[in-house]
């Protein structure tokens, strides 16, 4: 079956450092890999889309990866700050389907 | 303002009763779609819809009904059947059609039934 995995463990970073992210899935042919944001009682937020033959797409201080070979796409925020703090999904999608969302990983920028 | 709405932010029932969630949307956009999400969990999709009077189930429909009689608007009904109706309702929608489109979301619906 289709499995999607983020780091369940929160992820603590002190402010100024990159923080790195990590969606891993299986059992997928994704043509597109999505990351959201969401703050705690909130819906999530679109930050960035990365198409498969694209290896890298940045924005602002966000870069996200795509490796199709390994499954993997990587989130780095770099100079983070305490306003970063949020839980981070990531998104694999088919363009054909309703998407669905990894667990989420939780970042704690530390001041 | 374009975005979607749902209403209310918190909603409590007693267990038996069926109770109905609002989503509307101005985006113009064909698709819709409900997720719940519990503490500390990830999205899971309980139906979608790509076209008005259309809609197909998620990964956990059971215990949910829909309909899409409106463009802009698509209720979710949690029924007495779902065992398990207390959680964080997300509504959510975006541009149908071959190619990737980001997906919005509203604000949410908590769920209480005791």
């Known amino acids: 079956s289709q499995k999607i995995e983020q780091n369940s463990e929160a992820l603590n970073i002190q402010e100024g450092k990159t923080a790195t992210l990590t969606c891993n899935y299986t059992n997928y042919s994704p043509a597109y890999l999505q990351w959201y944001r969401q703050d705690p009682g909130r819906g999530p937020v679109f930050l960035l889309l990365?198409?498969?033959?694209?290896k890298e797409k940045r924005k602002e201080r966000l870069k996200v990866t795509f490796d199709t070979t390994l499954k993997q796409s990587l989130f780095h925020i770099t100079a983070s700050q305490p306003a970063d703090s949020a839980t981070y999904l990531c998104a694999p999608d088919t363009g054909r389907r309703a998407l669905t969302f990894g667990s989420g990983t939780r970042l704690q920028v530390q001041p | 303002d374009g975005g979607i709405t749902q209403s209310p932010k918190y909603l409590f029932r007693k267990e038996g009763q069926n109770v109905t969630l609002s989503c509307e949307q101005n985006?113009?956009?064909?698709?819709m779609y409900w997720y719940r999400q519990d503490p500390g969990q990830g999205l899971r999709l309980i139906y979608y819809s790509q076209i008005v009077n259309d809609f197909q189930k998620g990964d956990i429909a059971e215990g949910y009904s829909v309909s899409r009689e409106k463009k802009e608007s698509f209720p979710l009904t949690v029924t007495s059947a779902q065992k398990n109706p207390t959680a964080f309702y997300l509504c959510?929608?975006?541009?149908?059609?071959?190619?990737?489109?980001?997906?919005?979301f509203g604000p949410g619906t908590r769920l209480t039934v005791t």
């Open positions: 959510a929608s975006r541009t149908s059609g071959t190619g990737a489109y980001e997906q919005y």
């Open positions: 985006l113009n956009h064909d698709a």
């Open positions: 990365i198409r498969e033959n694209e």
